[in-house]
């Protein structure tokens, strides 16, 4: 099954980015192009059937599997990066976190009003940023098609914060 497979090659770094916390590091997935091809057609897969215009990524894991799902879907790729990042006009959101705040931007006109966009990130916890991302996507007049996660830490209750944007929330594997 996909989600073991993910799971097995997922490393656990203890203490990271500050103690207390087990960080969940994707990157050894990159190696593996074959489990690689295999997470895009299943996000494909499960979101077959929805209309989507485009796919929001957000900086900079969100990049990696968000790109690769918007060609292999034949959408626009558009980018959420953290503030200070785009060179061009932009609109922004800031958001608390549980340790400060931050904010996220993305380029102005990116969306045209009406369009279905998927937000797509590698992780889910509390939910903060994806929730930014979405009313990024609002306020320019977008509307949030779902998510899409590769994995999804379930006890931080993130999804529960988006389910104002939409219901449809995927997560490839659940801690």
């Known amino acids: 099954m996909l989600e073991e497979k993910i799971k097995s090659v997922?490393?656990?770094?203890?203490?990271?980015?500050?103690?207390?916390?087990?960080?969940?590091?994707?990157?050894?997935?990159?190696?593996?192009?074959?489990?690689?091809?295999?997470?895009?057609?299943?996000?494909?897969?499960?979101?077959?059937?929805?209309?989507?215009?485009?796919?929001?990524?957000?900086?900079s894991r969100g990049f990696l599997f968000g790109f690769a799902l918007a060609t292999k879907m034949n959408v626009p790729f558009i980018l959420v990066r953290k503030a200070g990042k785009l060179p061009y006009k932009k609109i922004s959101h800031e958001y608390t976190l549980e340790y400060g705040s931050a904010k996220v931007e993305m380029h102005e006109e990116e969306i045209q009003p009406g369009w279905n966009v998927l937000i797509h990130d590698d992780l889910l916890a509390t939910g903060g940023t994806a929730e930014a991302a979405a009313r990024l996507i609002q306020m320019q007049g977008g509307k949030v098609a779902g998510f899409a996660f590769l994995v999804?830490?379930?006890?931080?209750?993130?999804?529960?914060?988006?389910?104002?944007?939409?219901?449809?929330?995927?997560?490839?594997?659940?801690?």
Do not use: M, W
């Open 152 to 175: 999804e830490l379930g006890f931080l209750n993130g999804k529960d914060k988006l389910g104002q944007y939409s219901a449809n929330s995927i997560s490839l594997v659940n801690y």
């Open 10 to 59: 997922i490393r656990d770094v203890p203490d990271f980015p500050k103690p207390g916390i087990l960080f969940k590091d994707i990157t050894p997935i990159l190696h593996d192009q074959k489990l690689c091809r295999a997470i895009v057609d299943e996000f494909a897969q499960r979101l077959s059937g929805q209309k989507i215009d485009a796919i929001v990524g957000i900086e």
